[in-house]
């Protein structure tokens, strides 16, 4: 579990609250359901008529990468593709077969399927780049619902900043309802930019990073899968892969 970031969303959140507190205002200054409803009920709403089915799917399957991080571990890398090397200069194609069965990566497994079934290195590295290239596209459109989710959340914000302005200016003759109107107005714009802000941004960010880095660390594997079917010494694999910076 990535206790960190979580540790980190949730300090970003406390130290405004907190801030906020010291300044002298009360915590239940920052409760408004009105607020809440105009700003985060509009903007989850918006988002989802904009994204499409398998896109929001998507989008909450790498929200799980928060608690759970993917680990794209380069000495890991390395110390696979030396046991596919020296099994393939040990037995050939054979000595891969049951190493890409029980490989968990599924870019990697195919690639050691389509070198085990005897595939041209150019078939490989096409194939293999294409699934690369494609997941990396629909994993970044997911990450940017998180980055759609930042730009409504402010502007529903200032939704509600206008609703309630037209509530104080419509009740001008009742006092008692001028605190109201001007703290769902207030309310709400603290709502929508603080949570973009602290929270969807930075998450979108995040998941770009995963996935970016993911991205990474598949070419140098296929890199390292092409040395293999060309017979190269795993040692010397190693030795051009070592300086890549996942």
């Given at each position: 579990?990535d206790?960190?970031?979580?540790?980190?969303l949730?300090?970003?959140?406390a130290?405004?609250?907190?801030?906020?507190?010291?300044?002298?205002?009360?915590?239940l200054?920052l409760?408004?359901?009105?607020?809440?409803?105009?700003?985060?009920?509009?903007s989850f709403l918006a988002?989802?008529?904009?994204?499409?089915?398998?896109?929001?799917?998507?989008a909450?399957?790498?929200?799980?990468?928060l608690?759970?991080?993917?680990?794209?571990?380069l000495?890991?890398?390395?110390?696979?593709l030396t046991?596919?090397?020296?099994?393939y200069r040990?037995d050939?194609?054979l000595?891969?077969?049951?190493?890409a069965?029980?490989?968990?990566?599924p870019?990697?497994?195919r690639a050691?399927?389509?070198?085990?079934?005897?595939q041209?290195p150019?078939s490989?590295?096409?194939?293999?780049?294409?699934?690369?290239e494609?997941h990396?596209?629909k994993?970044?459109?997911?990450?940017?619902?998180?980055?759609?989710?930042?730009?409504?959340l402010?502007?529903?914000?200032i939704?509600?900043?206008?609703?309630?302005?037209?509530?104080?200016?419509s009740h001008?003759?009742?006092?008692d309802e001028l605190?109201?109107?001007?703290?769902?107005a207030?309310?709400?714009?603290f709502?929508?930019?603080?949570?973009?802000?602290?929270?969807?941004?930075?998450i979108?960010g995040?998941?770009?990073?995963f996935?970016q880095?993911?991205?990474?660390?598949h070419k140098a594997?296929?890199?390292?899968?092409?040395?293999?079917r060309?017979g190269?010494?795993?040692?010397l694999i190693?030795y051009r892969?070592?300086?890549i910076?996942?």
């Amino acid at each position: 579990m990535d206790r960190l970031v979580l540790l980190l969303l949730f300090g970003a959140v406390a130290s405004v609250v907190f801030g906020h507190v010291l300044e002298g205002g009360a915590l239940l200054a920052l409760w408004n359901a009105p607020a809440l409803l105009i700003v985060f009920g509009g903007s989850f709403l918006a988002l989802a008529v904009q994204t499409p089915t398998y896109l929001a799917v998507r989008a909450m399957q790498l929200s799980s990468w928060l608690i759970a991080p993917p680990h794209f571990s380069l000495d890991l890398l390395l110390t696979k593709l030396t046991t596919c090397g020296n099994a393939y200069r040990k037995d050939g194609v054979l000595g891969l077969d049951g190493i890409a069965q029980a490989e968990s990566d599924p870019v990697m497994k195919r690639a050691l399927v389509m070198l085990a079934d005897g595939q041209t290195p150019t078939s490989i590295e096409k194939s293999i780049y294409l699934e690369i290239e494609t997941h990396q596209e629909k994993d970044l459109s997911a990450a940017e619902v998180f980055d759609n989710l930042g730009g409504y959340l402010p502007t529903l914000g200032i939704v509600g900043a206008v609703l309630g302005l037209m509530q104080v200016l419509s009740h001008l003759e009742q006092p008692d309802e001028l605190g109201r109107g001007i703290a769902t107005a207030f309310v709400a714009t603290f709502y929508g930019v603080a949570a973009a802000n602290l929270i969807a941004i930075p998450i979108a960010g995040r998941l770009r990073g995963f996935i970016q880095q993911r991205a990474r660390y598949h070419k140098a594997m296929i890199v390292g899968v092409m040395a293999i079917r060309e017979g190269i010494n795993p040692q010397l694999i190693r030795y051009r892969l070592e300086g890549i910076d996942l």
